[in-house]
């Protein structure tokens, strides 16, 4: 490699980094106007939980904090990746509820919502989460840590920095179907999607244009993860009926990347949308 694309490659990296930082510096700010009615509302969500639409901006809230014992990662290679959630003394939280059949779900995604990862980490005897994460590209990554501490849902976020030259790719453009991992055809209705009101986000799911009944996978008909581009704020999306569908709140015009999971004949598929809110 030249001297000079060793250089460009440096600022490449230097600018994935701060503009990552930027995003996170420019979210900090109020919420916008929540909406008043949550018909969809199941029993298990509390008034709060809903009443937050929006979470994954930061590392810290609600009295907890997350800390990621090394957020540098080798690229290419399968690293131990370690956290722990620590209360305003400073004490590791070990306790967490069981919310979608597991207590700490973990979600990566490149800043430019590229390498979407949902992860189960294992916790250790003294509360510290770890689990085996391979990010096979360069770039700032973003890590929430989802789960239910005292009742109360959570996301906190922190960044993953892989050292290189970041690629960084375009949000694909608005598209009504798209195709899983492993081959499924997937579509998505998401009816008039406007910022601040609920929509209904219903997935159709086929596979060599037969109709796909999935498996229950996280104790419902698949997984949302909605994130907003720019920011990647991280949205409250809940499943609705037995269906794959979803009822989530879009704080504000955008684009939004959704990552839906589906399991069918045992493996969990993953099938990523961009929608688009105005
Ligand atoms: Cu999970």
Do not use: C
């Amino acid at each position: 490699m030249s001297a000079a694309a060793k250089l460009a490659g440096f600022a490449g990296v230097l600018a994935v980094l701060f503009g990552g930082g930027a995003l996170a510096g420019a979210a900090i700010g109020p919420e916008p106007d929540q909406p008043e009615e949550h018909s969809e509302m199941t029993s298990t969500e509390t008034e709060h939980d809903a009443a937050r639409p929006v979470r994954g901006l930061a590392v810290a809230e609600h009295g907890l904090r997350l800390v990621v014992a090394d957020p540098e990662l080798q690229r290419g290679r399968a690293e131990r990746l370690a956290f722990r959630v620590v209360d305003e003394r400073g004490e590791t939280v070990r306790d967490f509820d069981v919310e979608h059949t597991k207590r700490m779900h973990l979600i990566l995604a490149r800043r430019d919502l590229t390498g979407f990862q949902h992860l189960h980490p294992e916790q250790q005897a003294d509360g510290t989460w770890t689990t085996t994460v391979r990010l096979d590209e360069a770039g700032s990554y973003r890590l929430f840590a989802d789960f239910s501490h005292e009742d109360e849902a959570q996301t906190l976020a922190s960044d993953l920095r892989v050292d290189g030259a970041a690629d960084l790719q375009p949000l694909p453009a608005p598209a009504p179907t798209a195709v899983s991992d492993g081959g499924y055809d997937v579509r998505l209705d998401a009816g008039r999607a406007r910022p601040g009101a609920e929509a209904d986000l219903r997935f159709t799911i086929t596979k060599n244009g037969v109709p796909v009944h999935t498996e229950p996978y996280l104790g419902a008909g698949g997984h949302l993860v909605a994130l907003r581009e720019g920011d990647l704020a991280f949205l409250h999306v809940h499943p609705m009926d037995d269906s794959v569908a979803f009822a989530a709140t879009f704080p504000t015009e955008g684009r939004y990347r959704l990552f839906l999971q589906f399991q069918h004949e045992g493996r969990v598929q993953t099938v990523a949308f961009t929608q688009e809110v105005r």
